[in-house]
């Protein structure tokens, strides 16, 4: 099946504004006459039957003659090649991120996609816009704050004189105010007008929630019904929900552990409380700037860098066992998860995030953590608490920016009628399941799926989740499963027992995901001298049998050879086997048959006698070479994988 084209899409457009005519839309009109769309090339990694284009709106609504700015979205068309289902409506799951991950995710699954098209509609602002907010100096500069010990808020000076750059340089062609979620809404609004749909399903993912509920009060009746996944109240404090999310999230691991990790919270405390006392240093790359620099850890850090580490179920497995190897001194162990947690952090947008929430969250939200003041002490005062230092940098640069923030009677809806299917993770480390059912009585006719597992588990990535999601789409408001439990065991608590400690292999497995062959220059000479000597081995035995000649000692110089490629291919099967049940172990070592493999080095190296005794000059020079390359490995490898660490 070709590409279809934005005409295909748009070709019930008079229809779907005739429909909608008697519907309100709290849009000023000039503002739906200014949206039209425009085809473009799809990126080349997109399925070849999605139809990409751009959707031009104004930039200020409020101002007729703002500029206009362009938002990319994707259509991927019903499977079946007849759209008969709801079409389905999504965005990235927060400012200042890009992707099509979820609306492929429902386009894939036949049940949902087969008969019905998802759309996913790029943020203005994003990077993927036309006039993106990005503020990369902004977001190097938070990335920076973790190579120094000063107080959270000291250490944001760069981030706000880099943000402060980036407004000044945006407002020259742009209007910053423009950027804050009723925006987005009145985006999502505009789009389903100009593709020419008469209703459609949305879907809200984490930040994009809020935006969805703001959709669905505003445009009624071009909603048939509504998915919250990670669903956040819009009047919600997200600070504070935060924190409560940390810790409940941990308490749920905690339970989870089977009694090996009893107070998560009391680990994270005392590891913070250790990392103020002495901060630790490593070395780190910045994601944003790609520069390595040396970082100094302190309590607060840590908990952010935990907090990260638990969105993902993979890495959220592997916290636990972090929190008792920190509790118990061995802060090395933080190593791997801030170099995992930088790669993930940069894959957000820092500036649009900052600007986005000065309007819309901050305002609003409550005031960092404290221990009260001790009663009856003169002069006694509040003892601060280690904080989520993207917050503080948030508190920092709103106040250097001094934004508008978003209107009280904007954090609220009227009651949405739509029926409404809602999805709460019990391990999400943002928003708990107390906060997400705190706002179910704006949707009267919802349901609530709580999924169990470890980290943010979305629908999309959780069986169980997506068999309800599917179900449930077939017919808006039929009753579902209210728990899913089918990750649990799929993202289990990794044991102290299950893994050989070792903080320095994920830096291997990082370098084969990263395809850096620098950081395995030697397993990788020693796989090309083990491989292509066992070739020539097999060949010159195969030759002499043939001749009828003597073997005996060419089958004894075999042994390095067959050992060296043994040990390869068992330390392949063995962590590739774990790491695809648990992707989360290489961050604490490897399994704990690993370091044991070693012992087939060791024969190989003694292996290389007979080499030496075979007397020819080629023998010499390969027994030579073989020998540095193997006491290399043997050194690479007790270094990287026996040795706790």
Not at 54 to 82: C, H, K, M
Not at 131 to 151: G, H, I, M, Q, R
Request: aromatic share 6%.
């Amino acid at each position: 099946m070709g590409r279809r084209s934005i005409a295909q899409f748009v070709l019930g457009a008079t229809v779907g504004a005739l429909v909608l005519a008697g519907s309100t839309v709290l849009l000023p009109a000039s503002a739906a006459e200014a949206a039209t769309v425009a085809e473009q090339d799809c990126a080349a990694e997109l399925p070849s039957t999605a139809v990409c284009g751009v959707l031009t709106v104004l930039e200020n609504r409020s101002d007729p003659a703002s500029r206009t700015i362009d938002l990319p979205y994707t259509v991927f068309p019903a499977s079946s090649g007849t759209a008969t289902g709801t079409p389905v409506v999504t965005m990235p799951s927060g400012p200042g991120q890009t992707g099509t991950a979820v609306a492929e995710a429902l386009a894939a699954d036949e049940r949902i996609g087969s008969t019905r098209d998802i759309v996913v509609l790029a943020q203005r602002g994003g990077l993927d816009s036309s006039d993106p907010l990005e503020c990369p100096a902004a977001s190097a500069a938070y990335v920076n704050t973790f190579t120094t010990d000063d107080t959270p808020s000291e250490e944001m000076t760069e981030v706000i004189a880099a943000m402060k750059d980036c407004v000044t340089a945006f407002s020259e062609t742009g209007t910053v105010n423009s950027y804050y979620r009723i925006a987005h809404a009145n985006d999502v609004i505009d789009l389903r007008l100009a593709l020419g749909y008469p209703v459609w399903t949305l879907y809200g993912d984490g930040w994009s929630t809020k935006v969805m509920q703001l959709v669905a009060a505003r445009d009624a009746a071009g909603v048939d019904a509504v998915v919250l996944d990670g669903f956040s109240p819009l009047d919600r404090d997200l600070k504070g929900d935060a924190y409560l999310a940390l810790s409940d999230s941990l308490t749920k691991l905690s339970e989870r552990s089977g009694g090996e990790y009893p107070d998560l919270n009391a680990d994270l405390t005392e590891a913070a409380g250790l990392f103020s006392d002495d901060p630790v240093g490593g070395l780190m790359t910045n994601p944003y700037s790609g520069k390595q620099r040396y970082y100094s850890l302190t309590g607060s850090d840590v908990v952010t860098l935990v907090q990260q580490a638990l969105y993902d179920p993979g890495t959220a497995a592997a916290v636990p066992e972090l929190l008792a190897r920190l509790a118990d001194g061995e802060r090395d162990a933080i190593n791997p998860f801030v170099a995992r947690v930088l790669q993930q952090l940069g894959e957000t947008d820092l500036g649009q995030y900052w600007i986005e929430s000065c309007r819309d969250e901050q305002p609003y939200w409550s005031a960092d953590p404290v221990l009260p003041a001790e009663e009856g002490v003169e002069g006694a005062e509040p003892t601060p608490l280690p904080v989520l230092t993207y917050f503080t940098a948030t508190d920092e640069v709103c106040a250097a920016l001094g934004l508008p923030a978003t209107a009280p009677e904007d954090r609220v809806t009227g009651a949405v009628g739509q029926p409404t299917l809602i999805f709460a993770s019990d391990t999400d480390p943002l928003i708990s399941v107390g906060a997400a059912q705190s706002g179910l009585a704006s949707f009267p006719n919802n349901q609530v799926v709580t999924v169990q597992s470890g980290g943010r588990a979305g629908a999309t990535a959780d069986e169980c989740a997506l068999d309800q999601l599917a179900t449930w789409l077939a017919a808006p408001g039929t009753p579902v499963e209210t728990t899913c439990t089918t990750s649990v065991d799929a993202t289990a608590v990794i044991a102290a027992d299950e893994v050989h400690p070792t903080s320095r292999f994920d830096s291997v497995v990082r370098a084969m995901e990263d395809r850096n062959a620098f950081e395995l220059t030697v397993p990788l000479i020693f796989a090309a001298l083990s491989g292509l000597w066992l070739v020539g081995w097999l060949i010159a035995l195969l030759v002499q049998g043939l001749r009828r000649e003597p073997i005996g000692m060419l089958i004894a110089s075999g042994i390095a050879p067959v050992t060296g490629v043994a040990f390869l291919a068992a330390v392949w099967i063995t962590v590739t086997s774990a790491l695809s049940g648990q992707p989360g172990l290489a961050l604490l070592g490897v399994p704990p048959v690993t370091p044991w493999l070693g012992i087939l080095l060791g024969v190989g190296f003694f292996g290389l006698i007979p080499v030496w005794r075979l007397g020819s000059r080629a023998a010499a020079a390969l027994a030579a070479l073989a020998t540095l390359v193997w006491l290399a490995m043997i050194i690479w490898f007790v270094w990287i994988v026996v040795l706790p660490s």
